[in-house]
Every structure is written in structure tokens, then in C-alpha cells.
């Protein structure tokens, strides 16, 4: 009988590794609009930022509901990985939407320093999310 030998495989399906990508180019996108408009108090920088985190509130939303699934109904081999990914997807909805929330002042206060933290904070989750679901692990016994 020959030896099982691993292979590698992502935590993610191929549909989800994409909608993923959304929330981390939006969020990473946002906050460089907002240091852009920290630096310049050029008013389009808030605007477009508002833009970018909504963007990423609805990726993120759909991301979010599919973790869930995930995590509910994992794999043999990737059970911790779904529960630290679904927990990084849900700082980044939570951060991303109450970030939403903030940039829908008017004035400076849409962005300032809590803006700017939230924004720090989805992008950095986006940002463990998408290290978390698109790393490989080696999982023993299967054959492809």
C-alpha cells in the first residue's frame, strides 16, 4: 500500500479568496484617502474614503456571512484556522462599519483621530484575514 502524502491546501474557496480581495484593497484604500486628507484637508479625500469603506462594509458583509458558514460547517483539518479567520472577519465588518458610521459626519470629525484608528483597524484585520484564508496547510492523508 503506498504512503498517504500530504497536500497543500487554502482555507478558502476560490469565490470566497475573491470577494476577500475586495475588503482588503477598499479598506487599504480608505486609509490612504484618509492620511491623504489628514495631510491636505482637501474635503474630496473624506468623501472618497466614505466611499471605499462603504464599498468595504458591503464586501465585507458578504465575506463575513460566508465565515460563518465556514466556521459552522468546517473542513477536518482547518477547524482552529475558520474559528481565527472568522474572528479577523469579524473585527473588519465591525470596525469597517462603525468607521462608516464616523465618516458620515461632516466636518473634520468624519475622519480625525477615532476616523483614522478605525481605519487602521479594518484594514489591519482585512489585512489578517486575507493572510489567514489565502496561507496553506499541509493536510496528511490526502492524495490528489
Known sequence: M????????????PVHAILLAFPVAL???GLASDVAYLK???VQWT???????????FFGGL???WAIVAAVFPGRAVRGRALAYLAAVAVMFIAGLVNAF???HDGWSSV??????LSIVSTVAALVAGLIGYSEQRVEGLAR
Open 40 to 42: 491636505s484637508a482637501a
Open 102 to 104: 464616523q465618516h458620515s
Open 2 to 13: 503506498p504512503a498517504s502524502r500530504g497536500i497543500r491546501a487554502t482555507l478558502l474557496h
Open 112 to 117: 480625525g483621530s477615532l476616523g483614522l484608528t
Open 63 to 65: 465575506v463575513l456571512a
Open 47 to 57: 468623501n472618497f474614503s466614505s466611499w471605499l469603506i462603504a464599498g468595504g462594509c
Open 27 to 29: 479598506f487599504s484604500a
